[in-house]
T-cell receptor
């Protein structure tokens, strides 16, 4: 199955800073999503982005499918951005999302 | 947007008892439901996939007799942890597609077996 590697595993930011989270995957994908898990465990769907670039407010994501990676950009970070960010691609062979290990982000005031 | 209601949010049970977790799609039909387990500081691990009206498909290493999944209607799927043991303590999350918003997740159930 697909192997997913996210980096960095942990990240501490000062409020207002920008950051880039990376997701590498080992095989072709037909779906890739980024999720944010808040400190209470709720998963929020951020982007559906099998290829190309999308933006939603302070967040944007880019997936380069041919090079098998995706990036999540967070600009002007806020304390409410804290939590774990997961990348979850889905391979061409089946319908399961495979979650990476996540990047735990902590934004300090 | 689409909402998946998951209950209970938190449950403590005694070792050897069974616990049922419900996931209900509120404004759309959930033909397929995915059940995940998440241990502290770890990622989500898919346990099983259920389709309405048919038997669930379990991932390798997941005991189907211990984690009973029922998906009897298009809006309700349940996971029953039978004869729970302390090592079953975890965060259980359901997820479904079909809402038009990609994958939608329930709010999770934190199970503690004492």
């Amino acid at each position: 199955g697909i192997q997913v590697e996210q980096s960095p595993p942990d990240l501490i930011l000062q409020e207002g800073a920008n950051s880039t989270l990376r997701c590498n995957f080992s095989d072709s994908v037909n779906n890739l999503q980024w999720f944010h898990q808040n400190p209470w465990g709720q998963l929020i769907n951020l982007f559906y982005i099998p290829s190309g670039t999308k933006q939603n407010g302070r967040l944007s994501a880019t997936t380069v499918a041919t090079e098998r990676y995706s990036l999540l950009y967070i600009s002007s970070s806020q304390t409410t951005d804290s939590g774990v960010y997961f990348c979850a691609p889905r391979g061409n062979q089946g319908g399961k999302l495979i979650f990476g290990q996540g990047t735990e982000l902590s934004v300090k005031p | 947007g689409a909402v998946v209601s998951q209950h209970p949010s938190r449950v403590i049970c005694k070792s050897g008892t069974s616990v049922k977790i419900e996931c209900r799609s509120l404004d759309f039909q959930a033909t397929t439901m995915f059940w995940y387990r998440q241990f502290p500081k770890q990622s989500l691990m898919l346990m099983a996939t259920s389709n309405e009206g048919s038997k669930a498909t379990y991932e390798q290493g997941v005991e189907k007799d211990k984690f009973l999944i029922n998906h009897a209607s298009l809006t309700l799927s349940t996971l029953t942890v039978t004869s729970a043991h302390p090592e079953d303590s975890s965060f259980y999350i359901c997820s479904t597609t079909g809402s038009g918003y990609g994958y939608t997740f329930g709010s999770g159930t934190r199970l503690t077996v004492v």
